[in-house]
Structures are given as C-alpha cells and as structure tokens.
C-alpha cells in the first residue's frame, strides 16, 4: 500500500534514519517533529523521540500527524513501513549503496518528497564528492561489530565512500556487504590499517584495539564513514588525512 506524498512544502516530518535526521535538521529544523533515539546530531537536536530504527514506536509517530516520514531500506524494517502507509502515513524510502546514489537520493529527498529544493551545504557536498576517486593509497578493513566479527564488504556506502578518499577496502570485492569473519582473517600484515569506528559497535581506545597484533588499528567516526548528509562535509578532510597519513603521504 502507498500514500501520495503532499502536494505542498513539508511542514511536519518524522526520521527514522540518523544522518537523514541530521540533514532535515540542519536544513529546517523546525520542521522536524520526531526521530530515533540514535539520530545524535545536530547535538543540539530537541524532538520527540520514537526509539529505534528496527523498533520504532509506530503510535507515537502517528500521534506526531507527519506529512512525511523518511526511512532507509537497509537501516528500516519493510514492516514498520508498510504498517506507517497502512495508517495512511506517507512514507519515503531512501536506498543508498554509494556516494552518487546518496547525492542523488539526497537531491530527491530535498527537490521532491519535502519540496524544499537543494539546501546550500548539499550543493557543497556534490562539488566535493563528485570527482573520480584518487589512486588507492592504503588497504584497510573496517569492522561494524565484533563477537561475531562483521565488516564492511561489497558494494556499500562505506567503502564507496572511503575509496574516494584513497582507502582500499581490503574486502570491498566479497560476495557479501556486510561479512562475518574469523578475527584472524582481520588481524593481518597486508592491512595498513582496521578503522575502529564508534558505531553500530562503539568501539574505543580500551574496547576493539587489544583483540589485534598484526594489524595496526586506528579509532575513527563512524558518523564521518557511514553518514550520508551534511557530515560528507567534515568526512571529506578527514578521510583525506588517514589516507595520507596511511600512506606515508
């Protein structure tokens, strides 16, 4: 079952998706009315809260009257989506396994479903991202969880994102996105680096970097690896910097 989006500006919008979340709020945030409990940026953000991604708390939502709610294919459930438009909620999906599909999903998002049009730092992001990517300078691995071990494979925002910045994803061609491994596949002498980021798992200085002793780790943000929004604005320097700081550069 679908709903027609509004024919007019969107005034009231829920997120279930955090760097969707992010990239209302810096755009108007007014017009943001709910968002999970793991939508943490803007720092400053102050809505309603409808828990998580895979649990959200669908009444409250409804009670909220949006005109939109925003969730991503792969971050949302098909179930919580069709039980939002069977309540004749209008929901837009967001699929996204690249930085040109995430620029064009952004443009969307903006020009179409919120008839907003393009907000300046997305006009910003798309001239900082849309160049070819640059000659690989690093090898590294990136680990999303552990016990199991999971890591970032094929054909993901994630490794799209870091290839454009000079970093090869040791397992970016696996026949899986997001495999799990035994730690020994991980903790080897050809990776010039395995990227700890602090989120899904919140890996840290004391939580992560013990379990390796080949490979050398480094703690990274996991807003700046897996965010699609304005965070692309801060990713830009400083995955250039790990990639040039890896390589010797």
């Known amino acids: ?46 809505v309603t809260r409808v828990r998580g991604t895979k649990n959200p708390d669908l009444t409250r939502i409804v009670d909220l009257e949006p005109q939109l709610v ?12 069709r039980r939002l438009r069977e309540a004749r909620i209008p929901v837009w999906v967001t699929v996204i396994e690249d930085v040109p599909q995430a620029l064009e999903s952004l443009t969307r998002l903006f020009g179409t479903a919120l008839a907003w049009g393009d907000p300046p730092w997305l006009t910003e992001v798309r001239r900082l991202w849309s160049t070819p990517a640059p000659e690989a300078t690093a090898r590294v691995a990136v680990p ?84 699609y929004g304005p965070s692309l604005l801060e990713a830009r320097e400083a995955l250039y910097t790990v990639a040039a700081e890896l390589g010797g550069g």
């Open 1 to 46: 079952m679908r709903c027609p989006l509004p024919d007019v500006e969107v005034a009231r919008v829920v997120s279930l998706v955090p760097s969707l979340t992010e990239a209302i709020a810096v755009t108007r945030q007014d017009a943001l009315v709910g968002a999970t409990d793991w939508c943490t940026h803007p720092q400053d953000l102050d």
């Open 70 to 81: 925003v969730v991503n294919k792969e971050e949302n459930r098909e179930l919580d989506v």
């Open 144 to 227: 999303i969880w552990r016990d199991p071990w999971m890591v970032v494979g094929s054909a993901t925002f994630t490794g799209d994102l870091l290839a454009r910045a000079g970093l090869a994803n040791a397992f970016g061609d696996h026949s899986q996105r997001y495999p799990r491994l035994d730690l020994a596949e991980l903790d080897r002498d050809d990776l010039d680096a395995v990227l700890l980021p602090d989120e899904p798992y919140v890996f840290s200085a004391s939580d992560g970097p013990e379990a390796f002793h080949v490979a050398p780790t480094r703690l990274v943000s996991g807003r700046l690896i897996t965010w």
